[in-house]
């Protein structure tokens, strides 16, 4: 599948994803992309931000590509049994937080844990870093392995943001296409 194939939908985590952040130099090199706005990027409602990826997926007139970033991935998960099938074509997932640990920061709704187990009804791959301050890499692999996901080991990359030195990533931007090929 080719970008110009499908509607690219961002969809940032917590703060939603600065200027610097890989996810917004996508969302501006990318023709067929936008960003999935939440209403409050900074007091994440699970109910809320699913629903909001819902509508936007079911407002696109072409096969949906999801790129995911940190709780921008929970909210994926959520969201998937909501969409129509066939809709989404595929979902490119970067960064996983682990929701369920009790250490995450209070701002984010204990309702996006537990993380559901079911797999995507739609190709996934999860990028994971060895050294994400979030998630330890053997939680994100067994995730993805629950998700059917493809599993991409990052290596010692943080959290894959603009603090981690993930502005324009372009190594990211090759494994998309390569995801995208196999669509």
Known sequence: MRTSDADILIVPGLSGSGPDHWQTRWEQKLSTARRVEQADWERPIRELWTERVASEVAASARPVILVAHSLGVPTVVHAAGRFAPGAVAGAFLVGLPDVERPDMPSEI???????????????????????????IYERAE?????????IVDAGQA????????YGPWPEGLMRFAGFLKLL
């Not at 309702?111 to 739609?122: I, K, V």
């Not at 190709?123 to 979030?134: G, I, N």
């Not at 067994?142 to 998700?147: G, I, M, N, R, T």
């Not at 943080?158 to 030195?165: D, K, L, T, V, Y």
């Open 109 to 135: 709704d204990p309702a996006f844990s537990p993380l559901p187990r079911d797999p995507l009804p739609f190709p996934s791959v999860l990028v994971a870093s060895r050294d994400d301050p979030y998630c």
């Open 142 to 150: 067994d995730f993805a392995y629950s998700w059917g996901s493809a």
């Open 158 to 165: 943080g959290h894959m943001n603009a603090e981690s030195g």
